[in-house]
Structure formats: structure tokens, C-alpha cells
């Protein structure tokens, strides 16, 4: 039994190893290039959003009266869209409570937007090294056979180093692909955390004064 799992870890090898890496990593850099630009967008419009209006607001301690529709398309971010959709719900037969409710389903809702694609950087970092250590294990399997069946001499030595450097190099990769998605993954974390902590305080701001 057990040598028959030899053969076949032997048989399998580590380079598949090394083109799954490569695959997820292509599929990393698209999602963390993605995810960049979504969110510096979102933080960035937001942000403009603030110094040039809320922040008079907030100062001024009212609310005035504002074109939410306008601002959501000058400042297209989850603050306006929070804005616009409780300005038009303000009419409506509800009290404050209803519109926190509101707030509060509309954000959730959003969050799973700005989330998009987070799990597959957290699970990629977590993993990508544990199948780079698959890959060791399948190269130093291989080069144990290569010891078990070459004969003495230079060519059986230079046999066996080919297959642990395979076995070091699929391990390289693995944290090669990890480390980039776990740095991304914290950072649009925090993106995610500021815009969200932005937009709450907007809609309480917002709230409080209708």
C-alpha cells in the first residue's frame, strides 16, 4: 500500500504544482488590481465629498437643503448613494428608527459590494503556502526515488538535486503567491472599514437632522 502511494506521489511529480501557483497568482494580481481601483475610487470621491460639502454641514451642525440626485452624480460614492436614498425616504410616514433601519440594510447591502472577491485573497493567502509545501513534499518524494534507483556517480547526484530544487522552488512560489494577497487583503480591509465608518457617521449625521 504504501509503496504503491510512492509511485504514484513519484508519478505525479511538482510541476503541476507549480502551474496551479501560477494560475492563482494571474488570478490574484487581476482581483487585487481590481479591488484597487474600486476602492481608491470609492475612498478617493468620498473624500472629496466631505471637504467640499458635509464638512460645511457638520460645522454649520444642519442640514441644508440639497439636491441629493445631483450629488450622487457629482460625487458617485456609497456616501451620496446613502445620502440619496435617505433624502427620499425623509417624506415618507417613518420615524428615526425606520430610517436606521433603512441606513443599516442599504450599507449591509453595499458592504457586500466593497467585499467582493476579499475571500478569495484571504483563502489564497492562507493556503497558496500549503500547496507550495505540497509541492516540496511531492519533489522530495521524487528525489528519494531518484536516490533509490540512480546509479552511483555524477549523474545520479545531479538527478537528485534537480528534484529538491524543484522541491524548493514550489515552496517559493507558494509564499510568493501568499504574501502579495494577504498585504492586499489588510489593506483593502482598511479601505473597506474607512468607507464604511465614513458613510455611518454621514447617515447619523443625516438622520439626526431630518
Not at 47 to 52: D, G, P, S
Not at 82 to 91: F, N, R
Not at 126 to 142: D, H, M, Y
Request: aromatic share 8%; net charge positive; charged share 15%.
Amino acid at each position: 500500500m504504501i509503496n504503491a502511494m510512492f509511485n504514484a506521489f513519484d508519478a505525479m511529480g511538482s510541476e503541476w504544482v507549480m502551474g496551479v501557483l501560477m494560475v492563482l497568482s494571474i488570478l490574484s494580481l487581476a482581483v487585487i488590481l481590481e479591488r484597487y481601483r474600486n476602492l481608491r475610487s470609492q475612498e478617493k470621491v468620498g473624500a472629496l465629498l466631505w471637504k467640499e460639502q458635509v464638512e460645511s454641514w457638520m460645522k454649520s451642525g444642519t442640514l441644508p437643503e440639497i439636491q441629493a440626485k445631483n450629488l450622487s452624480q457629482k460625487y458617485p460614492c456609497l456616501e451620496s448613494a446613502l445620502l440619496e436614498v435617505l433624502c427620499a425616504a425623509k417624506s415618507a410616514p417613518s420615524g428615526t428608527h425606520d430610517l436606521s433601519l433603512l441606513m443599516a440594510s442599504f450599507l449591509g447591502r453595499k458592504k457586500v459590494d466593497l467585499d467582493k472577491n476579499m475571500s478569495f485573497l484571504g483563502t489564497l493567502g492562507s493556503n497558496a503556502p500549503f500547496i507550495g509545501l505540497f509541492g516540496t513534499v511531492l519533489g522530495i518524494i521524487k528525489a528519494f526515488h531518484d536516490i533509490g534507483s540512480a546509479s552511483s556517480g555524477a549523474g545520479g547526484a545531479s538527478s537528485v538535486s534537480s528534484s529538491l530544487s524543484e522541491a524548493l522552488v514550489a515552496t517559493a512560489v507558494g509564499l510568493l503567491v501568499a504574501i502579495p494577497a494577504i498585504i492586499a487583503f489588510n489593506f483593502f480591509q482598511r479601505k473597506i472599514k474607512v468607507i464604511m465608518s465614513r458613510a455611518e457617521s454621514l447617515g447619523n449625521f443625516i438622520i439626526s437632522n431630518i
